[in-house]
Structure formats: C-alpha cells, structure tokens
C-alpha cells in the first residue's frame, strides 16, 4: 500500500500564499504521475495540477500562472505552492499518486490518494 501524508493546508486571506505538501511511503518501486485535486460540497472532484517523473507539469486554466506543483523524487513528495489565491480556489484539496509497488515477487501499478486537506481563502 501507498500512505499518503498531506499538510500545508489552512486559512488564508485572497491575495495571499499556501504551500501544500503531500509525502509518499510506503513498499514502493517508483511513483509516476503526481498531482493535486480539489473538492467543494456538492461538485465533482477536478484536476488542479499534475507532474510527470520527468516534470512535465499539467494545470487548470484556472491556476495558471498562480499555482506551481513541484516534486522531490528522492523524498516521494510533491508540493502545490499557491499564490495570489482567492475565494474560488477555497476546497478540500487531495493529493493523486499512480505508483508501482512491490508485492512479493511482483508488482503492482496503481492510483491513491491522500485524505485531504482543507484550503480556505477568505475574501
């Protein structure tokens, strides 16, 4: 199994920074893809940024230019630096993990995810 550790999340005003971080453990062969999503009551999950193993990066038109994911292969960790936030960027946000692992004489490939962590921008 892969145990994903999120922090970095709190309370902010608009205008202003957060950095998320999301620390991979775990019988792991390699991560692959990582990446942030985010949540708010009653709407569907959606794609916030992701990261290649060879940082190729994906974002949201809505974060462009104000969210940068980054990752550190050697600690499993990716990290969400968010600025110039605002009130429509508050959301449970989740860390996305797709890596291999051991099992036994095997591996496995697959995708988890981190309990969240709540993001709150007020205005």
Same mark, same amino acid.
């Given at each position: !199994?892969?145990?994903?550790?999120?922090?970095?999340?709190?309370?902010? !005003?608009?205008?202003?920074?957060?950095?998320?971080?999301?620390?991979?453990?775990?019988?792991?062969?390699?991560?692959?893809?990582?990446?942030?999503?985010?949540?708010?009551?009653?709407?569907?999950?959606?794609?916030?940024?992701?990261?290649?193993?060879?940082?190729?990066? +994906? *974002?949201?038109?809505?974060?462009?230019?104000?969210?940068?994911?980054?990752?550190? +292969?050697?600690?499993?960790?990716? *990290?969400?630096?968010?600025?110039?936030?605002?009130?429509?960027?508050?959301?449970? *946000?989740?860390? +996305?993990?797709?890596?291999?692992? *051991?099992?036994?004489?095997?591996?496995?490939?697959?995708?988890?995810?981190?309990?969240?962590?709540?993001?709150?921008?007020?205005?």
């Amino acid at each position: !199994q892969v145990h994903l550790v999120e922090s970095g999340g709190g309370l902010v !005003q608009a205008g202003g920074s957060l950095r998320l971080a999301c620390a991979a453990s775990g019988t792991i062969s390699s991560i692959n893809t990582m990446g942030w999503y985010r949540q708010v009551p009653g709407k569907q999950r959606e794609l916030v940024a992701t990261i290649t193993r060879i940082d190729s990066t +994906n *974002y949201a038109d809505s974060v462009k230019g104000r969210f940068t994911i980054s990752r550190d +292969n050697a600690k499993n960790t990716v *990290y969400l630096q968010m600025s110039t936030l605002k009130s429509e960027d508050t959301a449970v *946000y989740f860390c +996305n993990v797709e890596a291999t692992l *051991y099992r036994g004489l095997y591996t496995y490939t697959g995708e988890f995810w981190g309990q969240g962590t709540q993001v709150t921008v007020s205005s």
